[in-house]
């Protein structure tokens, strides 16, 4: 298959999980959990809107910024499951764009959508699953994406990985 081919498939199979099946499955636990009992997160609509707005602003321009960098720039996309390359792997080791404020900027721009979702729901189940998502996501998946791009870039991705925080963009590392 060729690498437009595989980078169409890869955003197709991406964007099903993502805008699909994980808010569809977080919606569904989390009707079932509150025909049982409910929280509510937030009372007040309006304070409530002005969050879930906030948080997609952001989450969409880490989400797609992080996308448009990493063809530009990465030659290549970050789909991969079970290791079986859904999409060509990243050829450049991005750091500028937002991956110059976070090494994680789709999962950040990812999580801060979910994080909206569950206040427009606006239960505390729907808040609990989003961060287990996110536990599991940091937890396992980032650490064979790090595995990966040590063996790809080396030193490069080490001295990036020194300067540049994980997850949140606003906790950049210091250097000595």
Known sequence: MNKDKKMILGYIVGGLLVIGLVPSII?????????VYRLEIIQNSIIKWIFIIILLVIGLIYGIGSIIV?????????VEIGNIEISPKTENL???GPYKNTRNPMLFGTFSIYFAFALYINSITSVVLVSAIFVFMLTVVVKMEEKRLL???????????????KFIPWFQ???K
Do not use: A, H
Not at 27 to 35: A, K
Not at 157 to 162: A, G, I, L, P
């Open 151 to 165: 063996k790809d870039f080396g030193n490069q991705y080490e001295e990036y990985r020194k300067k540049v925080s």
């Open 173 to 175: 590392r210091k250097i």
């Open 94 to 96: 991005v750091v500028s």
């Open 27 to 35: 919606y569904i636990i989390t009707s079932l959990f509150d025909n």
């Open 70 to 78: 990493q063809n530009s720039i990465g030659k290549g996309g970050p």
